[in-house]
């Protein structure tokens, strides 16, 4: 037991007590916020708490270890097939889906990281590599007719009288707290590795790879492992997808829009930072779903005006705020760890 | 030390080093002058294991270490301070230490290392907290060296510790390898200053198209007629 709470003390060691005290207060408001919020709130509060996570399983490879994936979407849909599949055809229970899932995901991610970094693929090429993968996918599980190929497939629908955590059936305040523990989970778990040597690694790797081999860091070691611990964590978001929307078709999880959607939150926010993602992922569904409102109210409701508006917004970020929100924001608040940044 | 035998390096179809044979003694300060292009660069990182070689021996204490990748071979004892000063620009000072010392064969000598390394600059203990990019170019060669003495290297070779410096930090540097040399370790130097090196050099290669052309003592190789025409325009 103390050594279950030395543990818990460690976590917030070195972290500012004003920076406690709001991660505090947010938690706070998201554990009460089903007695509060009405279905509406609480879908959008999902949608938040699942893209903070996302966020997190992206920001190791490229905010901690400097890999640029634009093919995340790869690694939601196979997590989201695989625990489906084996649901549907042999009623296995997502929550015993979910280190298959991991497996399939990892996997995948090992092979793109190993071919990648094996034989020098760096930078955009790396990136486009990622995308090429997701692609192969799309098409491939288009013509999987063991998952209903591009007919999709789907789940049989919740009876939303009774919550059953084991199947993963049920209304949306569980799939809001499944959510939640999720967000949490990522965040911990971030907060633990970019404090660990191997985050030290990723962060040296990320500064200056050339660098960090001549000091006799094991690159490929590093990179293999934050793609495989990235891809893990991005396929459990996958099961959530699946059977928080009952339907999967290949052109939608793994389209290339999904890709780009995951990585917004973390980009507007803050790069390689662990409270980037969920500011980011706050940010963006409010501002997407605060415009749609406005406009509504306004009466003013042309199609594609709400991309437009979406697209000015975030152009406004990254013209004014190129390190994300949360490093000025931080400095602010006096919650920054290090005051001075480096001349470009 | 270190031997190389016959060491040939390719680049794609390019070849970089073409039979290329050198020895290093314990305790040696071992120049290797060459214009930009010669294979300094290559030969470094060959002998490092960030580039594996087409052909030939790296012989390091016997073994022979010709291909093993850079983490084992860093282990092994040899360090390396690379062309253009990479320190991590976003961390610390601090930080930037530490990284140097995160060798299995160092870490557990981290705080004597550490003692050692702010005694020979003590500017980096001033500056430990400020990111590592703020420092100025000879702060950052220094912090570049200082790192790379975190790892308790037996051997490092230095790729143009004084490129880009003012004159007089420039001194300071050589000073500071050839006190690094008194203290026991063994230095490569790759240098386009070639007197000075050469000065500094109990012995030295000169390397050209890939290829040993010419080796001696510092000394000799400082009266030869064609390094003074070459690299010394005299």
Not at chain 1, 113 to 131: D, H, M, Q, S
Not at chain 2, 65 to 72: F, L, V
Not at chain 2, 106 to 124: E, G, I, S, T, Y
């Amino acid at each position: 037991m103390a050594r279950l709470l030395d543990g818990i003390a460690s976590l917030t060691e070195g972290v500012p007590r004003r920076a406690l005290a709001s991660l505090a207060a947010l938690l706070a408001v998201f554990l009460a916020a089903p007695w509060i919020a009405n279905d509406y709130v609480l879908t959008i509060l999902i949608l938040i708490l699942y893209f903070a996570y996302t966020g997190q399983a992206w920001n190791i490879m490229m905010g901690f270890a400097g890999q640029l994936s634009l093919g995340h979407a790869l690694y939601v849909g196979l997590g989201a097939y695989t625990t489906a599949a084996l649901y549907v055809h042999f009623g296995v229970s997502p929550w015993l889906g979910l280190p298959v899932a991991i497996i399939v995901a990892a996997t995948a991610g090992a092979f793109i990281g190993f071919l990648a970094f094996r034989f020098g693929v760096a930078g955009v090429y790396f990136a486009i590599l990622t995308i090429a993968f997701a692609e192969f996918a799309r098409i491939g599980f288009d013509h999987f007719r063991w998952v209903n190929g591009s007919a999709g497939f789907f789940l049989p629908v919740a009876n939303y009288t009774q919550n059953d955590l084991w199947n993963l059936r049920g209304s949306p305040t569980m799939f809001y707290y499944v959510a939640l523990g999720m967000a949490v989970g990522a965040f911990v778990l971030c907060h633990g590795l970019l404090r660990s040597r191997l985050g030290y690694f990723w962060q040296a790797i990320r500064e200056d790879e050339m660098a960090a081999r001549t000091l006799g860091i094991d690159t490929f070691r590093c990179k293999m492992i934050a793609v495989v611990i990235s891809a893990s964590m991005t396929s459990v978001a996958g099961v959530f997808f699946a059977f928080y929307y009952n339907n999967l078709f290949p052109e939608q999880v793994f389209h290339i829009s999904r890709s780009i959607e995951l990585i917004l939150g973390p980009i507007i926010g803050g790069i390689g930072t662990l409270f980037g993602p969920i500011i980011g992922a706050i940010l963006l569904t409010g501002l997407s779903e605060g415009i749609w409102e406005v406009m509504n109210a306004f009466g003013f409701n042309p199609p594609g005006a709400r991309q437009v508006f979406y697209g000015i917004c975030l152009l406004l970020v990254v013209m004014l705020l190129p390190d994300g929100i949360w490093p000025p924001l931080a400095r602010k608040l006096g919650l920054g760890k290090r005051p001075e940044k480096p001349e470009p | 030390m270190l031997r190389v035998e016959d060491l040939e390096v390719f680049y794609g179809d390019a070849r970089a080093l073409d039979g290329v044979s050198l020895q290093v003694e314990e305790g040696a300060i071992v120049a290797i002058v060459g214009a930009n292009g010669a294979g300094k660069t290559s030969l470094i990182r060959t002998i490092a294991g960030m580039h594996a070689p087409g052909r030939g021996r790296i012989v390091l204490r016997g073994a022979d270490i010709a291909g093993m990748p850079s983490h084992r071979v860093c282990n092994l004892g040899i360090g390396q301070v690379a062309e253009g000063r990479q320190v991590f620009p976003s961390m610390t000072v601090a930080e930037n230490l530490d990284m140097g010392a995160m060798l299995p064969r160092a870490r557990a000598h981290r705080a004597k290392n550490l003692d050692r390394v702010l005694a020979l600059f003590p500017v980096l203990a001033e500056r430990s907290a400020q990111a590592a990019g703020t420092l100025s170019g000879g702060e950052q060669q220094m912090l570049a060296i200082g790192r790379c003495l975190m790892g308790q290297p037996e051997l490092v070779m230095f790729d143009e510790p004084s490129l880009g410096l003012a004159p007089a930090v420039v001194q300071a540097m050589l000073q500071t390898i050839r006190d690094l040399n008194r203290e026991g370790l063994t230095c490569v130097l790759v240098e386009q200053n070639v007197a000075v090196s050469l000065k500094l050099a109990s012995r030295a290669y000169v390397l050209e198209n890939g290829r040993i052309t010419l080796s001696g003592t510092g000394a000799e190789l400082l009266a030869d007629d064609r390094v003074r025409r070459a690299y010394l325009g005299l």
